[in-house]
């Protein structure tokens, strides 16, 4: 289930602009597809978090690799949200919520517009319990 800002809300135009890489990001986990993944992302881009108290850090052709094209059997019931999105001038910063499962994911991006459009920059996640 994609899900873009919360429809109460009231979003500037730079702030809509700077939600499409991350409407594409949630594109490619409904789609379990790196190709929506790697237009959303720069490709300098790393995703990292702590992982039972280990720092890891993937670049994007690793986690990448990680896309089969086969979309979650719960994948009706997921859901993605933005929760906030703050912007100033060609950088921002993004929360975004993912329930899949058993699992509950926070992510921060770091976002900058390119000469392509806006894109993520990196991603740092911490995985809880649904």
Same mark, same amino acid.
């Given at each position: 289930?994609?899900?873009?800002?919360?429809?109460?809300?009231?979003?500037?135009?730079?702030?809509?602009?700077?939600?499409?890489?991350?409407?594409?990001?949630?594109?490619?986990?409904?789609?379990?597809?790196?190709?929506?993944?790697?237009?959303?992302?720069?490709?300098?881009?790393?995703?990292?978090?702590?992982?039972? &108290?280990?720092? @890891?850090?993937?670049?994007?052709? $690793?986690?990448?690799?990680?896309?089969? %094209?086969?979309?979650? #059997?719960?994948?009706?019931?997921?859901?993605?949200?933005?929760?906030?999105?703050?912007?100033?001038?060609?950088?921002?910063?993004?929360?975004?919520?993912?329930?899949? &499962?058993?699992? @509950?994911?926070?992510?921060?991006? $770091?976002?900058?517009?390119?000469?392509? %459009?806006?894109?993520? #920059?990196?991603?740092?996640?911490?995985?809880?319990?649904?």
């Amino acid at each position: 289930m994609l899900q873009t800002p919360p429809q109460n809300s009231t979003l500037s135009p730079e702030q809509l602009a700077a939600c499409a890489p991350i409407e594409l990001y949630f594109a490619g986990h409904a789609r379990d597809d790196a190709g929506p993944m790697r237009q959303a992302f720069l490709p300098s881009a790393h995703i990292e978090s702590m992982r039972e &108290g280990v720092f @890891t850090s993937w670049p994007l052709d $690793v986690y990448c690799e990680r896309f089969k %094209g086969q979309p979650a #059997a719960d994948e009706t019931h997921r859901q993605r949200r933005i929760d906030w999105i703050e912007v100033t001038g060609n950088a921002a910063c993004a929360r975004v919520t993912l329930v899949h &499962g058993a699992n @509950t994911f926070v992510d921060y991006f $770091v976002l900058l517009q390119t000469e392509q %459009g806006w894109k993520i #920059a990196n991603k740092a996640f911490q995985a809880l319990p649904t």
